[in-house]
């Protein structure tokens, strides 16, 4: 084993050609990121910023509702989580409503493209192969490509409704 490793001259670890073939990858600071289908619908405009910030939001709450797992930030130690198992899966059993209720305002269709798009990081294509296998893929691809662009401003428009009555819950 120790005979397999090798000293990286700049030290930056790059990915494998093989991981270049299957994916567009992007290097950000000395970190190489491969770009998902949300981030090229952002870079194309073709979804702006509150879309891009629900579909985050939507993925954070669905892997917490889901797996108890919540990803943040590093913090640079001010910052304490607060509460016990309790008051944890009260906000685990909250995001895990939020995300039926998103469900219940969208639809099964939609739920399970959020799903595919954002949880399963699909590409165009691969979505396109499961929801459209008669057509084309080019004309698949196209249609699932504008359902995800108008799906992610629709949940936009879900988060803004859920905190405007979150609002006025609180001020009434």
Not at 26 to 49: C, H, L, W
Not at 137 to 152: D, F, I, N, P, T
Request: proline share 2%; net charge positive.
């Amino acid at each position: 084993m120790l005979g397999m490793a090798r000293e990286i001259p700049d030290g930056v670890v790059r990915p494998t050609v093989e991981r270049y073939r299957h994916s567009e990858i992007r290097e950000v600071e000395k970190t190489f990121r491969v770009v998902n289908a949300v981030q090229s619908m952002y870079d194309a405009g073709d979804i702006g910023d509150d879309e891009l910030a629900a579909a985050d939001r939507w993925y954070r709450e669905y892997v917490f509702a889901s797996l108890g797992v919540v990803e943040e930030a590093p913090s640079d130690g001010r910052v304490r989580e607060r509460g016990d198992i309790h008051t944890w899966m009260m906000g685990r059993g909250q995001c895990s409503a939020r995300i039926s209720q998103i469900r219940d305002m969208l639809g099964l269709g939609a739920h399970v493209r959020l799903e595919m798009l954002l949880a399963r990081e699909m590409s165009f294509s691969a979505m396109a192969r499961h929801l459209y296998p008669a057509l084309s893929e080019g004309r698949a691809r196209m249609k699932v490509s504008a359902q995800c662009a108008l799906l992610l401003e629709q949940l936009a428009h879900v988060y803004e409704t859920m905190s405007k009555k979150n609002r006025r819950k609180k001020s009434g």
